[in-house]
């Protein structure tokens, strides 16, 4: 039973541009969303993450919105850059568990020149 | 700082033959420790996780088994694989406070 979900396995974005990764969640018990980026053959990095008590996270280009009511966040990238063409991973926990984070499947975005 | 190293980096194995994959994590103390896998179209996947030596948590049923000899140490282990074991395995620990996982560089396993 997947509990987060990435609706969109892939996204292309002209270099410049803004980047719109989207993840829907169904577990209300989740209180913290992290971001990770991975790379081919390499493991995933944390990229940004919130809070439940937060709405918005700002981290340089990166910033995830968080929409409780929906169970719904987002990471924006702006400006993109051909840099940042990767899978992204959406994950999502209970701050305390300390268990394990539940990934959604990722979306592989390219930024073009 | 910590570091957490998982290998060997690329592994093709035959149907049926054993698995061993190593993980070990330095710099912290008593992390919970965790095996994910990466299968096409699949996103990740958690396998196993450990909070303490000799305490395992199975996430899938499988063929696959996993064990934590020492507090840093967490091997993921297969008596036969099987062809739809094939996959990208990461390893990751977190301090169980966060919920930040840092990952290893991953094994690629191919079974022929």
């Known amino acids: 039973d997947q509990q987060v979900k990435q609706n969109s396995p892939s996204l292309s974005v002209q270099e410049g541009r803004i980047s719109i990764l989207n993840c829907d969640y169904t577990?209300?018990?989740?209180?913290?969303f992290l971001w990770y980026k991975k790379y081919p053959a390499e493991g995933p990095t944390f990229l940004i993450s919130i809070s439940s008590i937060k709405d918005k996270n700002e981290d340089g280009r990166f910033t995830v919105f968080l929409n409780k009511s929906a169970k719904h966040l987002s990471l924006h990238i702006v400006p993109s850059q051909p840099g940042d063409s990767a899978v992204y991973f959406c994950?999502?926990?209970?701050?305390?568990?300390?268990?394990?984070?539940?990934f959604g499947k990722g979306t592989s975005l390219l930024v073009t020149p | 700082s910590q570091t957490i190293h998982q290998w060997p980096a690329t592994l093709v194995q035959p149907v049926g033959s054993p698995l061993s994959l190593e993980c070990t994590v330095e710099g912290t103390s008593n992390p919970n420790l965790y095996w994910y896998r990466q299968a096409a179209g699949r996103g990740l996947q958690l396998l196993f996780y450990s909070v303490g030596i000799g305490q395992i948590s199975s996430e899938v049923p499988q063929n696959l088994s996993a064990s934590r000899p020492q507090d840093r140490q967490f091997i993921l282990s297969s008596k036969k694989l099987l062809l739809s074991d094939s996959g990208f395995y990461l390893c990751a620990w977190s301090s169980g406070g966060t919920g930040e996982l840092f990952f290893g560089e991953g094994s690629r396993l191919t079974v022929l």
């Open positions: 994950a999502a926990s209970e701050l305390g568990s300390g268990y394990a984070l539940n």
């Open positions: 577990n209300s018990m989740f209180d913290y």
